[in-house]
């Protein structure tokens, strides 16, 4: 839990203020890694300057994004509590939908004829459509509706911001080629990910009263307070 612990830390500081820290952050990685490369090569070998210039959907493969995407569903969320199994269950199954919708249609994104002409009608689209389809796949799987409601309420701080910054990825002059646009689009995308994790976690954590007692795939959800109500009967 240590980005969480950290971010937690920060968080008085202001979430756009740190999500643009962030993006920032990814975005001046990516440019001193592309100029590192040209000074100390010249020049790209040919191959390599293929991929990574003119193929948009090669980033499905070079952006480290949806590596980021498959260690949050295998690694962080298995270990992950919030307040009992139940409710822990919700949460889990909550950003399940979430990241692999997020995954899939990134993907599909990807494999489009992403031009400088449709960038950010493409990329604000797929945006979109994960709203769309994680709702839809959340209700199918009988996710309480106040939880999607209050998921996304939290969640649309996030998109805005990212709406937001794309178009203004898509105005620069800096990107010299629309693999670019996507690249810096993508961490734009990376740099979110784990808010989307808080963004659950206080959900669930926010809904406390109006879950506890109720129930989820016909179990009861349990209070926030499981683990220490527990050891207390025990004592």
Same mark, same amino acid.
């Given at each position: 839990?240590e980005?969480?612990?950290?971010a $937690?830390?920060i968080a008085d ?5 740190? &999500?643009?820290?962030?993006?920032i ?13 040209? *000074? ?9 300057e ?5 193929s948009v959907?090669?980033?499905?493969e &070079? ?5 980021k995407?498959?260690?949050i569903l295998e ?5 992950t509590?919030i307040g ?5 269950e919700?949460? $889990? ?11 899939q249609i990134?993907?599909?994104l990807?494999d489009?004829?992403?031009?400088k ?5 493409e ?6 459509? *994960?709203v769309?389809k994680?709702t839809?796949?959340?209700?199918e799987?009988q996710i309480?509706e106040i939880?999607?409601?209050k998921?996304?309420e ?5 998109h805005?911001y990212?709406?937001?910054?794309l178009?203004d990825i898509?105005s620069s002059?800096v990107?010299?080629?629309v693999?670019e646009k996507e690249?810096a ?8 990910s ?9 959900t ?6 109006d879950?506890t ?7 009861i959800?349990?209070?926030?307070h499981?683990?220490e109500?527990e050891n207390d009967?025990v004592?």
């Open positions: 839990m980005f969480l612990e950290i $937690k830390t500081i202001g979430f756009l203020v740190i &999500l643009a820290a962030a993006v952050y990814l975005l001046v990685k990516y440019f001193s890694a592309v100029i590192d490369m040209k *000074v100390k090569k010249g020049k790209l070998p040919e191959e390599a293929h991929i990574q210039y003119d959907s090669a980033l499905k &070079l952006h480290p994004y949806f590596n995407i498959d260690s690694v962080k969320l298995p270990i509590k009992g199994p139940v409710r822990t919700i949460f $889990k199954d909550t950003l399940q939908i979430f990241y692999e919708e997020s995954k990134t993907y599909a990807l489009k004829n992403i031009t002409n449709n960038f950010l009608s990329n604000v689209k797929a945006l979109n459509d *994960v769309k994680s839809e796949k959340m209700r799987q309480p939880v999607i409601k998921f996304w939290w969640n649309y701080k996030r805005d990212i709406a937001g910054t178009s898509n002059t990107f010299d080629s693999i690249y689009a993508l961490n734009l995308f990376q740099s979110t784990y808010f989307v994790l808080m963004d659950a976690e206080r669930l954590k926010t809904l406390n009263g879950l007692g109720t129930t989820y795939k016909g179990k959800i349990e209070s926030l499981y683990e109500e009967r004592k």
